[in-house]
């Protein structure tokens, strides 16, 4: 497959947004570990492209006390791949995660 050829200005639109994506995400990661978003919160916000295509890896090692063994153990119990998106989890994992992280 080709690659698109794509304009300078393209390129730097495509660019700022990956930026801005990158900056809010990482907000929403410092608000978990502070304990001001809680898991809640970002699954009732999946549908926001920030949101939606963060990895639940990433979301569960931003909560407080969740590592990544911690993190990665909570995901095999429950069956969520590991490179699984918030917009892509069913309404049981959803569920279980959230009963799980009470």
Known sequence: MAVPNISAEDRAKALE?????????????????S??????????RRSEDVVGGMRVK?????MPGIGKV??????????IDENRKVKGLGSRQEIALLERLK
């Open 17 to 33: 947004k990956a930026q801005k994506v990158r900056k809010e995400r990482a907000a929403m990661r410092e608000e978990m570990k």
């Open 70 to 79: 911690r993190a990665k153990e909570i995901m095999d119990q429950i069956g």
């Open 35 to 44: 304990g001001k978003m809680t898991l809640g919160d970002v699954l009732a």
């Open 58 to 62: 990433y979301v569960l090692e931003s």
